[in-house]
């Protein structure tokens, strides 16, 4: 039996996360959750799985649920202390980062710190302080299992292949919900359109990033810190199927990949129960079916995220830092209705070339950029 904590279990992979608790009893335990606003979905969650703690963002929801869960023996904690008690919940082995966005850097220091395992899904962790999150799980002897479904094909075609010198990673893509179309066609789509993603199911924030290609961009960098590779070794290249989910090719030009359907189950359970495989339901591959799988290379003149994003990770220290929060401002001034797609490329690149870049920076520093960031975006986008 093992026992997890989960950090966003109201999001898309935490929900997912608690799907593949059900399906395996006897061999998963929740004991903390945590979410943001959604108390009426969090409730539910406690019930079921009956946590000892649980987290949210604000007092208020915290004492709300406090007095709905009287009749259970869980906890009820709020705000960022909250997020890090879940995270080095003393009874857990392994901690789920599914929330989204850089709030998750401190609980995930805190979970490596307390010697948990991380099943990580939040990519900002890395994206912002790889450079002190690999180190230290090194340190700690904490094992990295990534959910990510590029990142979890990587780790899996690396198996048994450690020795071995990698040439290249090849990162795929779906293409987005506007592959194939031109800048011009982009101007005035609507964020249903952009919510609209053609093979997979996830959050708001990431279905965006997926349209702009940003989440490509980040997940470069990703798995520059994950596998020890750089990022001219990382390579993307655009497969609309979602069949293949990411590839390695070796020194001797051999290519090992990972395929499946587009699930996000089964990367989640992967890093959940590694090395083991475990019977997972859902559809199965049919080649006969499928027919073919394509491959473009990506428009990154009509879909800047990706080109942006190896600039920012070029230029270091905290300039990916600034590429990151200045996407994920521009993705909620999208998702509110208040600029238009390609503003969000326009946010991105002012803020790039506006506030340096801090050389090695700490936890404090990468914070303050955000905080940067954020402020110059807010005077900008001010409510009326």
């Not at 479904?149 to 020795?163: P, T």
């Not at 249903?192 to 708001?204: F, I, T, V, Y």
Request: glycine share 8%; aromatic share 6%; proline share 5%.
């Amino acid at each position: 039996m093992k026992t997890i904590a989960i950090l966003g279990s109201t999001g898309s992979i935490g929900t997912q996360t608690l799907d593949v608790v059900r399906a395996n009893p006897g061999r998963l335990r929740v004991c903390a959750l945590s979410a943001g606003t959604n108390i009426d979905l969090l409730e539910k969650q406690i019930r079921e799985f009956k946590p000892s703690l649980a987290a949210v963002s604000r007092e208020e929801d915290a004492a709300v649920l406090r007095g709905r869960t009287a009749d259970l023996s869980v906890r009820i904690v709020s705000g960022m202390d909250g997020l890090i008690e879940v995270a080095g919940a003393p009874e857990s082995e392994m901690l789920v980062t599914a929330i989204v966005g850089m709030i998750g850097i401190r609980p995930t220091i805190a979970a490596i710190e307390a010697g948990k395992d991380i099943a990580l899904a939040n990519k900002e962790t890395l994206v912002t302080a790889g450079h002190i999150i690999m180190p230290l799980a090194a340190r700690k002897n904490v094992k990295i299992l990534p959910v990510d479904s590029e990142h979890s094909a990587i780790f899996q075609s690396l198996n048994g292949e450690r020795e071995n010198r990698i040439a290249r990673i090849w990162l795929t893509a779906s293409g987005g919900p506007f592959r194939g179309r031109k800048r011009e066609d982009l101007e005035y789509v609507r964020v249903e359109d952009a919510l609209n993603h053609p093979n997979w199911k996830m959050g708001s924030k990431i279905t965006i990033d997926s349209a702009t290609l940003v989440n490509k961009g980040l997940e470069v960098m990703e798995a520059s810190h994950l596998f020890g590779v750089p990022q001219d070794q990382v390579r993307v290249i655009v497969q609309p199927q979602s069949v293949i989910h990411s590839m390695v090719e070796y020194e001797d030009g051999a290519v090992i990949a990972q395929l499946g359907t587009p699930d996000m189950k089964l990367p989640i359970q992967y890093a959940l129960f590694w090395p083991e495989r475990l019977p997972l339901a859902g559809e199965r591959l049919d080649f006969a079916s499928l027919g073919r799988i394509t491959f473009e290379e990506p428009d990154t003149e009509t879909f800047r995220g990706l080109a942006m994003a190896r600039e920012a990770f070029a230029a270091g220290g905290s300039m990916p830092t600034v590429f990151n929060a200045a996407n994920e401002a521009a993705v909620a001034l999208f998702l509110a209705g208040r600029i238009r797609f390609l503003e969000i490329y326009e946010i991105i690149g002012e803020c790039m070339s506006s506030i340096p870049a801090v050389p090695s920076p700490t936890v404090e520093e990468i914070l303050e950029t955000e905080a940067r960031v954020r402020a110059q975006i807010g005077e900008r986008y001010r409510e009326a």
